[in-house]
C-alpha cells in the first residue's frame, strides 16, 4: 500500500510564477490536510480538505493561495505569483473519516519549494 | 485555542542514555497529543498518540510518552539512545471537537553522540 506521494519533491520558482504541488493520499483515505513548515519552524496547519469540499482553510494566507481537492485526481496546492517568503516545505497528510476516534494522519514527503 | 511548548530546540546525549524530550500543550478542551519524527529532507513519521485511553503510550522504535494532566505535559522517553534516533522530534496537539488539524511545536533536533 503506497503512503502518501507529493510531487514534485523540488520546485524552484521565479518570483511572479505559479507553483502547484500535487498531493495523492493513501488509498482509502478521502481527507487531506496540507501544511507549511518554514525554515527552523514547526509545521503550519494551512488547510483540510475532503474531497470537492473544503473544510477549513483558516491557516491560508487570505491572498494568491488556493486549493482543492478534485473527485478524481490528486489534491492541488496553488500559489499565485510567488514571493521570496513562499520559500518552504510543503507537506501533504491524508487520513481516513473521522470515526469519533482521533484518525492518525500520514504524511508524504514533501515539497521544497524555493522562490529566486 | 490550542498551543504545543517543546523545551529546548537542540538536545546532545550520548549513545545508550536516556532521551527526554519535554513537551507541554496548552488546550481548552480534552486534547488529542501527537509525537512525530522528521529525518532529515524526509515527511513526518508518528512515534506514537495518546487518545485519551492510557496515560502511557508505547509507540514505534522503543519511544513512549505519558500524558500527565495536572502538568499539561507529554514528554518522550526512550530508556537507550541509538544513533538512529538522531533526527527532529515534533510534539502535536489537536481537539476533540471535532476537525482534525494539527498544532505542532517548534521542533527539538536530538543529537546522538558516541
Known amino acids: 500500500n503506497a503512503g502518501v506521494m507529493q510531487n514534485p519533491r523540488h520546485l524552484v520558482r521565479r518570483r511572479g510564477q505559479e507553483a502547484r504541488l500535487r498531493c495523492s493520499p493513501m488509498?482509502?483515505?478521502?481527507?487531506v490536510y496540507w501544511y507549511r513548515q518554514l525554515p527552523e519552524e514547526g509545521l503550519k496547519f494551512m488547510v483540510y480538505?475532503?474531497?470537492?469540499?473544503?473544510?477549513?482553510e483558516s491557516g491560508m494566507p487570505k491572498e494568491r493561495f488556493s486549493a482543492e481537492f478534485p473527485k478524481e485526481g490528486p489534491s492541488i496546492l496553488r500559489i499565485q505569483q510567488v514571493v521570496r517568503g513562499d520559500s518552504a516545505a510543503y507537506f501533504c497528510?491524508?487520513?481516513?473519516?473521522?470515526?469519533?476516534?482521533?484518525?492518525?494522519?500520514?504524511f508524504g514527503p514533501g515539497t521544497r519549494l524555493l522562490v529566486l | 485555542a490550542q498551543s504545543v511548548t517543546q523545551l529546548g530546540s537542540h538536545v546532545s546525549v550520548s549513545e545508550g542514555a536516556l532521551v527526554l524530550l519535554r513537551c507541554n500543550y496548552s488546550?481548552?478542551?480534552?486534547?488529542?497529543l501527537f509525537w512525530y519524527v522528521q529525518y532529515p529532507n524526509q515527511g513526518l513519521q508518528l512515534l506514537l498518540k495518546?487518545?485519551?485511553?492510557?496515560?502511557l503510550v508505547k509507540g514505534i522504535n522503543g519511544f513512549e510518552a505519558e500524558f500527565k494532566k495536572s502538568e499539561t505535559s507529554f514528554h518522550l522517553t526512550k530508556p537507550s539512545a541509538h544513533m538512529s534516533d538522531a533526527a527532529e522530534y515534533f510534539c502535536?496537539?489537536?481537539?476533540?471537537?471535532?476537525?482534525?488539524?494539527?498544532?505542532f511545536g517548534t521542533g527539538t533536533q536530538l543529537k546522538v553522540e558516541l
Open positions: 497528510a491524508s487520513s481516513r473519516p473521522l470515526a469519533g476516534n482521533q484518525e492518525t494522519q500520514y
Open positions: 488509498k482509502g483515505h478521502s481527507h
Open positions: 480538505l475532503q474531497k470537492e469540499n473544503i473544510i477549513d
Open positions: 488546550s481548552s478542551v480534552p486534547p488529542y
Open positions: 495518546y487518545t485519551s485511553a492510557a496515560t
Open positions: 502535536a496537539v489537536s481537539n476533540t471537537g471535532g476537525g482534525n488539524k494539527l498544532t
